[in-house]
């Protein structure tokens, strides 16, 4: 297990340091929080963890009449949104992402973790059809080894989608290199990198099990 992990310099990594952000994650961490505390959190950060991540969207000037006067203001334009959610627990922080975005369209990639290996077997894909003329904003709350998020981002670019963001509530060290080297492209948005993975894959200090605290599985 390596503990010095260094993020190649070219790789796009924004770590939100907002306060509200880490005030949320850190009842978001602690073991004493509830089932439902847990999905509440990670819809309040996924908000959060919106706006940065589409900081990038391009803007239009366009023509408008409010109740007082004509006026130029901005609307999006070019690339439509798609949302894809690494199933299951990236669903945790898409519900919070299409409460500001509700116009987004969304895909699902199943991917699961080979206990023996760490390495993502997949089970699940449905994407939109035009998905190749959409931004993505991919999402899972942990980046981990790097394994899944790199493998999801394969499926999009053979796909045809070639502009993506991918944002997680916390990263390890050795996820962000794997991910910055394997897509160098992509920018990783996260709450926080942590000290390390352990043994077993999990980040630690962590939070546990995404998917088992936003669901109640375990």
Request: proline share 6%.
């Amino acid at each position: 297990m390596s503990e010095n992990v260094i993020t190649p310099p070219s790789a796009p990594v924004v770590v939100l340091d907002h306060p509200l952000v880490q005030h949320k994650l850190t009842r978001l961490r602690q073991a004493s929080t509830s089932t439902a505390g847990f999905r509440r959190l990670t819809r309040e950060i996924s908000l959060l963890m919106a706006y940065e991540a589409t900081r990038d969207l391009a803007l239009e000037t366009v023509q408008i009449e409010t109740p007082l006067e004509p006026m130029e203001g901005r609307l999006l334009s070019g690339k439509k949104l798609c949302l894809v959610s690494i199933l299951r627990a990236g669903n945790g922080i898409l519900d919070g992402m299409l409460d500001l975005l509700p116009a987004a369209r969304v895909g699902h990639i199943g991917l699961f973790r080979d206990p023996a290996t760490l390495e993502p077997v997949e089970y699940y894909m449905k994407l939109p059809e035009d998905i190749g003329a959409r931004f993505c904003i991919v999402v899972d709350p942990m980046l981990a080894t790097g394994h899944s998020a790199s493998a999801a981002i394969d499926r999009l670019k053979a796909a045809g989608v070639r502009h993506m963001v991918f944002v997680c509530l916390l990263a390890a060290p050795e996820g962000v290199a794997f991910l910055s080297a394997a897509h160098p492209d992509v920018k990783i948005v996260t709450c926080a990198i942590d000290r390390e993975l352990d043994d077993h894959g999990y980040i630690r200090p962590g939070l546990g099990d995404a998917g088992d605290r936003l669901f109640g599985t375990k």
